[in-house]
């Protein structure tokens, strides 16, 4: 079974630039997050979605950043403008139920 | 909210010996799911064990178990006959089970094996 796929991989870019991440979750999986980890911390929520419907975006920094889920399934997390603070790793995850959540490989942003 | 603590940043442990992550958490629910993720440098966060805290029976899963002190709000990762290749960062996680269904994580403790 294939797990959550996420890229790009890394990217770099300058400050005031935009950026997306994309991510396809588990099949089945209704449950999506985007998480952002930054160095030395724990992984934070930025949004949840159940099924195309984001259900807890109260981390999610309104004026930059955008996410959607169409048609439940993919989603996209886009950041514009970047600033150096956004510098992190970006995991999407999914789930169904109660299972466990599962990770995907991380995007990591560089802002320069 | 619910609050978990890792108050150990860095540990380190001899190949083959056996070492213990350190955890505690906040909530005021009665149920609720405790993981430990391990994260390699690749970043990819990696179930390690998920505990439900309606069971009083510690999981296990092959060398890693826990031990869960609902009482206490601890919830600890014993490693054993520790190898080379579970040198990582491990978080543990709490999550609700009716609700948010986000994880909450610790700050995480980064394990060396040392040869």
């Known amino acids: 079974e294939a797990g959550v796929v996420q890229s790009p991989r890394y990217k770099i870019i300058e400050k005031k630039q935009p950026v997306a991440f994309w991510c396809n979750p588990i099949?089945?999986?209704?449950?999506l997050y985007w998480y952002r980890q930054n160095l030395g911390q724990g992984p934070e929520l930025l949004i949840r979605?159940?099924?195309?419907?984001?259900?807890?975006d109260s981390q999610l920094p309104k004026d930059r950043f955008s996410a959607e889920r169409l048609k439940g399934v993919d989603s996209t997390l886009k950041i514009q403008p970047a600033e150096l603070g956004d510098s992190a790793v970006y995991l999407c995850?999914?789930?169904?139920?109660?299972?466990?959540?599962?990770f995907g490989e991380g995007s990591w942003l560089t802002v320069v | 909210a619910q609050t978990v603590t890792q108050s150990q940043p860095e540990m380190s442990v001899q190949e083959a010996e056996t070492v213990t992550l350190s955890c505690t958490y906040d909530?005021?629910?009665?149920?609720?799911?405790l993981f430990w993720y391990k994260q390699p440098p690749s970043r990819q966060m990696i179930l390690v064990i998920r505990?439900?805290?309606?069971?009083?029976q510690n999981a296990t899963e092959n060398r890693f178990s826990v031990n869960f002190q609902k009482a206490a709000k601890s919830f600890s990762l014993k490693i054993s006959d520790s190898q080379l290749g579970d040198a990582a960062m491990y978080f543990c996680?709490?999550?609700?089970?009716?609700?948010?269904?986000?994880?909450?994580f610790g700050q995480g403790t980064r394990l060396t094996i040392n040869p």
């Open positions: 995850a999914s789930s169904v139920g109660s299972s466990p959540i599962y």
């Open positions: 099949s089945g999986h209704n449950t």
């Open positions: 979605y159940e099924n195309e419907e984001a259900v807890d």
């Open positions: 909530t005021s629910e009665s149920d609720y799911y």
């Open positions: 505990q439900e805290a309606y069971k009083q």
């Open positions: 996680a709490y999550r609700k089970i009716q609700g948010a269904q986000k994880l909450v």
